[in-house]
């Protein structure tokens, strides 16, 4: 048998599993504990976490049935779209941990410097301040600072670079102290 007619065996039997539902079953039922135990094998054991992205694998994989060429075996594609999704939920664990990070340290420093809840009127001038800046300033300021994403992310909410929005918010703190130390000057 050469490669080719595997090829076609695979895309084949992709095919047959797709079209009818008891095919489907029988291939999902030899196909899933190959996936699972790869899954499971990188997860630590997490056994709700395989079984999700295996769930997740599966639909990936339905969905993306055209770009199944056969060039491997059906197991191994299976496999390749499974470490997509575990490296998804990597990304995602590891952002919530920076965000969680971030909230620890930012809760440290301001016990450390023994910072008192803004009363009325340096809330009304930190709120003033942010008014009376250009509305890109506004938005990264709002998204970095206060909604803690990272710079990237902001970028990719408004629609500029990594770089681009890093200098942007650079520009919008010097902006915001110089406005906010105005504020308080006028008081």
């Excluded at 594609?77 to 969680?100: P, Q, S």
């Excluded at 408004?158 to 006028?186: I, M, N, P, V």
Aim: glycine share 6%.
């Amino acid at each position: 048998m050469t490669s080719h007619t595997s090829s076609i065996e695979g895309v084949n039997e992709l095919q047959v599993a797709l079209a009818d539902d008891n095919a489907f079953e029988a291939w999902y039922r030899r196909t899933l504990p190959r996936v699972y135990a790869y899954l499971l094998s990188r997860c630590g054991n997490d056994v709700g976490l395989a079984e999700d992205l295996s769930q997740q694998t599966f639909i990936a994989a339905i969905a993306q049935r055209g770009r199944f060429d056969g060039r491997s075996d059906v197991v191994s594609w299976l496999c390749g779209i499974a470490r997509h999704k575990l490296a998804d939920h990597f990304r995602t664990v590891e952002r919530e941990e920076r965000r969680r990070m971030h909230l620890v340290v930012r809760q440290i420093r301001l016990e450390n410097e023994a910072v008192a809840e803004p009363g009325l009127d340096d809330r009304a001038a930190l709120a003033d301040a942010l008014r009376s800046l250009p509305a890109a300033h506004r938005a990264v300021l709002a998204f970095v600072v206060l909604d803690g994403l990272s710079v990237a992310e902001a970028g990719r909410l408004l629609g500029r670079s990594s770089a681009a929005t890093q200098s942007l918010l650079h520009r919008a703190r010097e902006s915001f102290r110089r406005a906010y130390g105005e504020e308080l000057s006028d008081d």
